[in-house]
């Protein structure tokens, strides 16, 4: 019982944090998560508490409400243990993930990546149709051939993550940091590729794949 009543005053601390920082202080929401887990451990609860951990940023069962972050729902589990590795590591550089995921172990690394990957995803909510846009970006992920790593209906294989209903502003970021070299892929794929689009292509490859339903159909076909 206590350790249930426990449970639900963290998650009403931590959901209170989340909506009267709006994400200003990270760090303070990485300090929670920390004495979350080593509490849930002192009262022998397992660890992650999957409904208490991630959702602040990535949304309740890994289905982000925002676009700014990643819907973790439904991808990959390879590449979700790959990301989280690579924060850990350092390899990825990220004021927020780094920390975290540099106290988690491997067990736990793959816990996350499985319950995340089993989760049906849904699509990106609230994405402005534009036919200009998601025709131009159709075009361009179709001539750079995506669906050779992200699969035919780009809904992740393996190492490769799920684009179709991503957050159009995560996916731009994304490729904008591929662009740029602040983010690389260990096989030289995506920074090759990113290397090659516009400004205008960009915005408009990231509308187009939000608007993607993660069920292998376009939003616009429903």
Not at 60 to 73: F, I, K, V, W
Request: proline share 5%.
């Amino acid at each position: 019982m206590k350790r249930a009543m426990f449970a639900t005053a963290a998650v009403v601390a931590v959901a209170a944090a989340f909506l009267v920082t709006d994400f200003v202080d990270y760090h303070r929401f990485g300090t929670a998560l920390d004495n979350q887990a080593q509490a849930s451990q002192a009262t022998g609860g397992p660890w992650p508490q999957f409904a208490e951990t991630c959702f602040a940023c990535h949304g309740s069962h890994g289905q982000s409400r925002n676009a700014e972050y990643p819907a973790l729902a439904g991808q990959p589990a390879a590449y979700l243990e790959a990301q989280l590795h690579a924060f850990a590591s350092g390899q990825r550089d990220d004021p927020t993930m780094g920390p975290l995921a540099s106290n988690l172990t491997d067990d736990q690394i793959r816990s996350l990546a499985a319950y995340y990957a089993g989760q049906a995803p849904a699509g990106s909510p609230d994405v402005t149709e534009s036919t200009a846009l998601e025709t131009r970006g159709k075009a361009v992920v179709q001539a750079r051939s995506c669906q050779a790593c992200h699969g035919e209906a780009l809904t992740g294989k393996d190492l490769a993550p799920r684009l179709a209903g991503q957050g159009e502003h995560y996916l731009a970021h994304q490729l904008v940091a591929f662009r740029s070299g602040k983010r690389h892929d260990a096989t030289g794929g995506m920074d090759a590729i990113a290397a090659t689009l516009s400004n205008e292509d960009i915005p408009a490859v990231a509308r187009y794949l939000a608007r993607m339903s993660p069920d292998r159909r376009e939003i616009g076909a429903r």
